[in-house]
């Protein structure tokens, strides 16, 4: 049976007649009225149409026949909310549901759910982490990474609206319940520290049709904030988002909201001074096979949120699904849910209090897309933001909740200097306020103090490309590097380089969806005499700046090529390759034909530059990796290396690819691992191993390498 649990919180006692008490215990909808200041949640009633709460889909419940005439309402009047989230119901199957008829009365947007790759916000596109959010408005920071019963929010860093409403008790206290439908739900509301935050709380142990009743029950009892969330669709899915089973399930979800929506109705009907908003969202996307898979593809981030109000910061109701990820994040996000319930219920704290990572939508002033990025000097925070809405107003950040700076109206960015005794990892928590819009985000920062450009880096330098001009030139005129395709000009310049004052110039910006007919694109770099080959060279090291795309969108499937000489269908192919993978990751390989060695899990911050290098050292039999990352500080990490792998370092000898692989088709072969922009900067080959501390201060100095010639 459908497990159900109560508070021991209840509101002020008061007096109830035998009539009013014994329809508060059956939750009737009968009593209370609009002057009820608050009785407590009885023990619910078995739901209508309920089953014994196995796994399987269920009948919806048929609907609850409209009374007879006017009747007070249970519980008291004001403002109210309504929130559902479903798993596995995609933006496309609601649009194609309300295109049928179904849930008329709400407005549907496109969301975005998973915070952004590459940045402290990123979180698995999964129930649990989805699921903290809906409760707390924040991405990762609220501590749960999986779907499992051992994940719990980390409610002191991360408070969940239910809290924050506990904290408003006049005129009355707020009542609120869930009903749950998966384990990962169940689990986070039964934890100990938000289950006391919540007067009914009920598991229906994935029977949608017992979440449909419980969920009416609630509302027709007055609760003030009733979440429910459905997971039919999301099992229904499995067999494919175009079978007939997914349909079926996504229009019994759809009758089942149906039935709260008309369960509101007539408590309106009976009470105009009921307000209520309700929200309709879904935990994740899903792939072209109706799989879950976790990671910040498009197609997984995509979500919804559907309301029965017009919002002025909902962008885009009824539009159709963003065609990339770029696009999908310029729309609302999972994170704006909490606060709209909050601002709703009059229970959201004022603007520089707020700890949440999206905005009220009910907000005239929309501040979105806040992120933090180090700026080239390693002793800086650059802050970015859009606005929509009335932007004519006064722009005021915080810093870790103090006021650090006031910005004329419209204001898009700002600077943060930073000041810290040594260098190190530190981290921030910056709001930014505009008009009645607030929103926040976690930076972190790898702080350096001003740093020198080792001389020693001259020693040994094989080639090197400043990289600030085309054609492409060796300062050493030892190599080439040109587009692999003569008719696939790839390469643009970019005038954002990784530099400092005065050394900043332009980058090379290397476009693999420019290709030409057969698919060929990338940039090739051709050494006159090849280190990797050569057997006079013992050692040798290659480095580069490197910036992805701000979500780092080729780190998804099979992923992109950084740089290789190899065909890199498979790490076990001859040669050297550097790849990004989901998750911003960087993976070192070399492989021989058969044998492989790899150095795995260094992490990117997205759309920042990184200084990457690879140190092969023939004769001690040895690779290892560098990450230099400005909100991730270095990360290094070694793979033994055996004499068949060495003989292989030359891989295809046809060449090293940058944003492709020693082919030149490498995104035509993988189909899955989207073409995109890969920016680099500053590439050098040395016939030696650089030391960590060279290395260290190619990346701490943010000066070229043409700044010692």
């Not at 982490?129 to 924040?138: D, H, W």
């Not at 050692?539 to 795309?549: E, K, N, P, S, V």
Request: proline share 5%.
């Amino acid at each position: 049976m459908p497990r159900t649990h109560l508070s021991s919180r209840r509101a002020r006692p008061r007096s109830l007649g035998l009539g009013a008490l014994a329809c508060t215990l059956a939750l009737a909808a009968c009593g209370g009225g609009g002057g009820n200041n608050g009785a407590g949640l009885a023990l619910l009633a078995p739901a209508p149409g309920g089953n014994t709460g196995s796994a399987a889909p269920a009948p919806a419940p048929a609907p609850a026949p409209a009374p007879a005439g006017p009747q007070a309402n249970a519980g008291r009047s004001g403002p109210k909310v309504l929130l559902v989230q479903v798993d596995g119901m995609t933006y496309a199957a609601l649009r194609e549901a309300q295109a049928g008829g179904a849930l008329a009365s709400l407005r549907a947007a496109p969301a975005w759910t998973g915070g952004i790759a590459g940045t402290p916000s990123a979180q698995p596109t999964t129930t649990g982490p989805a699921f903290a959010t809906l409760l707390t408005g924040t991405w990762a920071r609220h501590g749960v990474a999986f779907d499992t019963a051992d994940q719990r929010i980390d409610t002191a860093r991360t408070p969940t609206l239910l809290a924050q409403l506990r904290l408003r008790t006049q005129p009355y206290a707020y009542r609120t319940g869930l009903v749950t439908g998966s384990a990962v739900a169940a689990s986070l509301g039964a934890a100990a520290d938000v289950a006391p935050t919540l007067d009914a709380r009920v598991d229906c142990t994935g029977d949608d049709a017992c979440v449909t009743g419980r969920a009416r029950q609630l509302i027709e009892a007055g609760t003030d904030l009733t979440l429910a969330e459905y997971t039919g669709p999301a099992r229904a899915a499995t067999d494919g988002l175009a079978g007939s089973a997914y349909r079926a399930s996504v229009g019994a979800t759809a009758a089942g909201v149906q039935q709260l929506l008309d369960a509101i109705a007539r408590r309106q009907a009976n009470d105009p001074q009921e307000d209520w908003l309700v929200l309709l969202t879904a935990d994740h996307g899903l792939d072209a096979f109706g799989t879950a898979t976790g990671s910040q593809s498009l197609a997984d981030k995509t979500v919804f949120i559907a309301s029965n109000k017009a919002l002025p910061s909902l962008p885009a109701v009824n539009d159709a699904p963003p065609a990339d990820v770029a696009t999908l994040l310029q729309a609302a996000a999972a994170t704006d849910l909490a606060p709209t319930v909050l601002q709703h219920l009059g229970a959201l704290p004022a603007l520089d209090k707020r700890g949440y990572d999206g905005i009220a939508l009910q907000a005239a002033t929309a501040v979105r897309n806040l992120r933090a990025t180090a700026g080239a000097d390693k002793a800086s925070l650059v802050l970015s933001w859009t606005m929509a809405g009335n932007t004519q107003v006064p722009v005021k950040v915080y810093r870790d909740g103090t006021l650090i700076a006031t910005l004329p109206a419209a204001s898009t960015r700002y600077t943060d200097a930073i000041q810290a005794a040594a260098d190190g990892l530190y981290a921030y928590r910056y709001t930014v306020v505009a008009g009645d819009s607030a929103t926040g985000v976690q930076a972190q920062i790898a702080y350096v103090k001003p740093a020198v450009l080792s001389a020693a880096l001259l020693q040994g330098l094989a080639a090197y490309y400043p990289l600030n001009a085309l054609p492409t030139t060796d300062a050493l005129g030892a190599s080439t590097m040109a587009p692999w395709a003569s008719d696939a000009a790839a390469g643009s310049l970019v005038s954002d380089d990784p530099f400092v004052a005065p050394y900043k110039a332009k980058a090379l910006r290397v476009d693999s969806t420019i290709k030409n007919a057969s698919g060929m694109s990338g940039y090739r770099l051709l050494q006159g005499t090849d280190v990797a080959t050569d057997s006079s060279v013992t050692a040798y090291t290659l480095g580069f700046w490197l910036r992805t795309d701000a979500s780092c969108s080729q780190g998804v499937s099979n992923g992109g090529t950084v740089i290789g000489n190899k065909n890199y269908t498979t790490g076990a192919n001859a040669g050297l390759a550097i790849g990004l993978f989901s998750g911003c990751e960087i993976r070192f390989n070399v492989g021989a034909g058969g044998s492989r060695a790899d150095s795995n899990g260094y992490k990117l911050s997205a759309g920042q530059w990184a200084y990457v290098a690879v140190v092969i050292d023939k004769a001690n039999l040895k690779m290892t990796g560098y990450v230099l990352d400005p909100a991730l500080g270095t990360q290094t990490g070694s793979a033994t290396l055996t004499t068949t792998l060495v003989a292989q370092l030359g891989g295809l000898k046809n060449g090293i690819g940058l944003n492709e692989d020693g082919t030149g088709l490498y995104y035509q072969r993988e189909t899955s691992s989207p073409r995109g922009a890969m920016d680099f900067d500053d590439v050098a080959i040395w016939r030696r191993a650089l030391t960590a501390d060279e290395i260290a201060s190619l990346f701490k100095s943010a000066q070229p390498l043409s700044t010692l010639r």
